[in-house]
Structure formats: C-alpha cells, structure tokens
C-alpha cells in the first residue's frame, strides 16, 4: 500500500478548474512533485516544491500543500490536460525513499 | 537539455536476472542520484533505488535483497539489476534524474528515459 493516497479518478469540464489532491504524513515535512502521464509515455514532472513548474509546463498547473495534503491544480483544463497525474514525496519514517500515490485519472469531459 | 536513454532485455524466464542501463546524455553526472522507477501494467509507480556520481546507493526496502544499481562515470551510465525475478516483476522500467534537496524542498525525478517493458514469464 502507498503512503501517498490519491483519489482513483477525478473529472472536470472543458475550461473548468479542478484540483486533485494527495495526502501523507510525509507531507508534513517534505513538498510533493507531480508527475502527468498519458498512455504509453513515460512521466513528466509538472510540479515541484512549493510551486515550482519546470520550463515548457504551462501555467494552468499549480501546486499547494496544507497539512498533510498536497495538491495540483489545473485552472482552465484542456483536453490535452486528460492523463493519469502521480504525486511523489519522501516516505514518513525519515529513511529517505520515495514513494508515490496510486495515482489519479483525470477524465476532461 | 540532459536527456536519458535506456536499454535492455525484454523478456525474461522466472529466476532470471533483470539488466538495464541508462545513459545521460548532455548534462552533469556529478552532483544528482540517478533512479529507476517501475510501472507494473496497468498499475502505479514504485521507486526501485538511486546511485549518485560517487555509487552510494539506496534502495527500496521491498525489493532489497534483490537489486543492484551500479554506476561508470567514464561513460555516464547506470544501471539495474535484479535478481530471480517472478511475474510480479513485469514492468515498465524508467530510469530518471533525482534532483534532492538538503532540505527537501525542491526535490523532483526530471527527466525520464523513455521505459522498457520487461516481461517474465516461462
């Protein structure tokens, strides 16, 4: 079982806002990144630290963290923005792994 | 712009060795820890180890007993083994940089390899 819990599956209306969310003890202590993947592509990170997007990321994705929730959010979702978001995050008892959640899809109806 | 390439053997029998490897190419080798991540069909994420410039390693605690990630500078390339594999090791391998904050702040795997899909089965 996963450290990180992610709802299985979230869905949003074309031009809408939706968040998706991660929670965990480690988020306490330690930001979580975001991973977007699409069928048959490798991950890609969206979202690092406190809310950090890397360069090519557009700036409808952001990032917050609250407690032990962290979460993406996309403001305006595009169809293109349908893919399976992972959060990541150091695991809880301070050894230093890294575990991710189940995983989200997002369906951009 | 680094990017990863990775290679190996796609299909395996039960109690064979899994052998991968990740080239870097167009960046520092030095300096990060570089990971692999696997995606069993259909299913999530899960860390397998890290090794940075120097071969300090890390791995994940399940599969501990099994996995070897070395590293050579010389070509600025890692890799993965792992021992007496099962069909509960049919996966999607990644390789990926680990970017890691002494504080854990602004801690990130970027970029990927581009995966391997390495069944086992007899």
């Known amino acids: 079982s996963s450290e990180l819990t992610q709802d299985p599956a979230v869905s949003v209306a074309l031009g809408q806002t939706v968040r998706i969310t991660c929670q965990g003890d480690?988020?306490?202590?330690?930001?979580a990144s975001w991973y977007q993947q699409k069928p048959g592509q490798a991950p890609l990170l969206v979202i690092y630290g406190k809310n950090n997007r890397p360069s090519g990321i557009p700036d409808r994705f952001s990032g917050s963290s609250s407690g032990n929730t962290a979460s993406l959010t996309i403001t305006g979702a595009q169809a293109e923005d349908e893919a399976d978001y992972y959060c990541n995050s150091r695991d809880s008892s301070g050894n230093h792994y890294w575990v991710f959640g189940g995983g989200t899809k997002l369906t951009v109806l | 712009q680094v990017q990863l390439q990775q290679w190996g053997a796609g299909l395996l029998k039960p109690s064979e060795t899994l052998s991968l490897t990740c080239a870097v190419y167009?960046?520092?080798?030095?300096?990060?820890?570089w990971s692999w991540i696997r995606q069993p069909p259909g299913k999530g994420l899960e860390w397998t180890g890290e090794i940075n410039h120097s071969g300090s390693t890390k791995y994940n605690p399940s599969l501990k007993s099994r996995v070897t990630i070395s590293v050579d500078t010389s070509k600025n390339q890692f890799s993965l083994k792992l021992s007496s594999v099962t069909a509960a090791d049919t996966a999607v391998y990644y390789c990926?940089?680990?970017?890691?904050?002494?504080?854990?702040?602004?801690?990130?795997?970027?970029?990927w390899g581009q995966g391997t899909l390495v069944s086992v089965s007899s």
């Open positions: 990926a940089r680990l970017s890691r904050s002494i504080f854990g702040v602004d801690d990130r795997f970027d970029p």
């Open positions: 167009g960046g520092s080798f030095s300096g990060y820890y």
């Open positions: 480690s988020l306490r202590s330690y930001y």
